[in-house]
């Protein structure tokens, strides 16, 4: 059998009633930017993209009180030149941007909303370790002619369709319209995502976990307890070993769990109580908890189910855990014992 495009898996799922034209378009013009990114990441040195941006001594620091990488700032520009002039977004929000930033009026405008992480795993940047772009894309609500930061404020829920680029050894595209979660590998020499892996199935069971360890000292009780009951191994109460990965780019570590299953972790923490976590619901949370849940795992603060948070603000950031379904659900066990005093 022929292979099949991303143009020709989105026609399909168009002729099957199950996406609009609008929508089609908008993906294949986010898969575009992603292309370009790519490029770019792929230059490394060669492309002087690498280092921060900003003069030196004087880094850009971003709304998140990061400091920003030449590559989060091209990869946020190509994304939203990209973007601006298709006719199908009312307007962008991303995480290296205070506000979301509507569609310029020289443009036509759309129905949709689009918000990304542009390049995810910023710290990996400079040594060739993968990092990725991640996206989700929303209803601008009914009557909404200028859309500002509150129309972002829609549950993980009200997603029509998120994913992720994976700029690692290929460079991937992982993506759900509602309908499973499919990869497609770029094709370099024809320049297009080939469908490679459809309706990627996430174990429900699992013996590897993500967590950064360096923060254990600062996880709140129920982690504390969960990671040792995994440490314990097979002595322990889980009766089983576990092995430990954490690559520190939520894509690739979210990508390892799409194909061999596993828990993604990062937890409420002392260094991070008062703003609610590490990872923004909007851009990395909901994106992969929609993908997550596509694949038949489970997506939790800890708390309640990523998808149900009512988000409150643009950047709001949440405790994660995510993955393989049952691996998940003990997490959120261990939480709700906990605060039910056991
Ligand atoms: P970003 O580069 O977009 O700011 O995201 C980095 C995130 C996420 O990708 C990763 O899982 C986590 O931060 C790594 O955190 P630590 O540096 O604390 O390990
Ligand atoms: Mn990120
Ligand atoms: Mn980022």
């Not at 569609?103 to 910023?122: A, C, E």
């Not at 769990?257 to 851009?283: C, E, H, S, V, W």
């Not at 049952?326 to 014992?337: G, K």
Request: charged share 20%; aromatic share 6%; net charge negative.
């Amino acid at each position: 059998m022929s292979p099949i495009s991303l143009t020709r898996y989105l026609i399909e799922e168009q002729q099957a009633g199950r996406i609009c034209a609008d929508l089609r378009l908008l993906i294949e013009v986010v898969a575009r930017a992603c292309k370009t990114i790519s490029i770019a990441v792929g230059k490394g040195d060669l492309g002087g993209v690498l280092g921060d941006a900003g003069t030196p001594g004087a880094a850009s620091i971003n709304i998140q009180g990061e400091a920003q990488k030449k590559l989060d700032v091209l990869s946020n520009e190509i994304l939203l030149e990209t973007n601006a002039w298709g006719g199908h977004l009312a307007a962008c929000a991303s995480e290296e941007m205070d506000h979301s930033q509507p569609i310029p009026d020289r443009y036509p405008k759309g129905n949709y909303l689009l918000v990304f992480d542009p390049l995810d795993g910023s710290s990996n940047i400079d040594v060739n370790v993968t990092v990725g772009t991640i996206f989700s894309v929303l209803r601008c609500p009914e009557g909404v002619s200028a859309p500002g930061d509150e129309h972002f404020l829609q549950p993980g829920t009200a997603q029509v369709a998120a994913g992720y680029a994976a700029y690692g050894s290929s460079t991937m595209l992982v993506l759900t319209v509602g309908h499973g979660t499919h990869a497609f590998t770029l094709d370099r020499e024809v320049g297009s995502f080939i469908l490679t892996r459809r309706d990627i199935r996430i174990p429900e069971e699992t013996k590897e976990f993500a967590a950064n360890a360096s923060n254990q000292r600062h996880w709140e009780a129920p982690m504390q307890r969960y990671v040792a009951e995994m440490l314990a191994g097979k002595q322990g109460p889980r009766g089983k070993d576990f092995n430990m990965r954490w690559v520190a780019s939520m894509v690739a570590d979210v990508h390892r769990i799409m194909t061999r299953g596993g828990i993604f972790t990062y937890p409420l923490d002392a260094k991070n109580t008062a703003q609610g976590g590490k990872l923004r619901l909007l851009y990395e949370a909901n994106p992969m908890a929609l993908l997550v849940e596509q694949a038949g795992g489970a997506a939790s603060t800890g708390r309640m189910r990523m998808l149900d948070v009512q988000p409150e603000k643009l950047h709001q950031r949440v405790p994660v855990f995510l993955g393989s379904k049952h691996e998940v659900e003990y997490a959120v066990a261990l939480h709700r014992a906990h605060d039910a005093g056991g």
